[in-house]
């Protein structure tokens, strides 16, 4: 089984919502996470992504990304959501994925630097969802956009 199929599976143990929502991890390469997600289950009363299903994807994206950031450097870390704002830009109106991508090298070190002298450390992420085959180089503009910051502190701080 792959890194990140075991990491699906602890997430969907964990946080019992990303199962119901059928979330699914697609990609990982050291800088950015794709998570994509069916509409059937996420859907609202007009037939469109439900606004919190399409939040939570975005914000899986941005969290899952971290905790394996946090994993590659070494360091057993808990990560939670520190603040989050979404803008919904137009209807999701078929299967979606959010794609997360970390943030320039000089805030990832400082962060990382952080992390690993402190024990803890802040990172704002930017999620952005698109409708589609999930794809790492999206052509088209998101359909909606997350913003977000998280606190990742170190297990043994």
Sequence with gaps: MSRLSDFQQRIHRVIPLTDAMAAELVAYDGQSL??????????NH??????????????LAAWGLIELVVEDAGV?????????????NQPVDGDFYALCQLPGEQEQQRFLSMLQ???????????RVYCGE????PESEPV???EGRFVVRAASA
């Design 134 to 137: 999930p794809t790492t180089a």
């Design 144 to 146: 909606a956009t997350f």
């Design 117 to 127: 002298r402190k024990g803890r450390g802040r990172l704002a992420l930017t999620s």
């Design 76 to 88: 057993d870390g808990h990560v939670v959501i520190q603040s989050g704002q979404m803008d919904y």
């Design 34 to 43: 794709l998570v994509r997600a069916p509409l059937a289950p996420n859907s």
């Design 46 to 59: 007009q037939g469109t992504g439900f606004g919190g299903s399409v939040y939570s994807i975005a914000v």
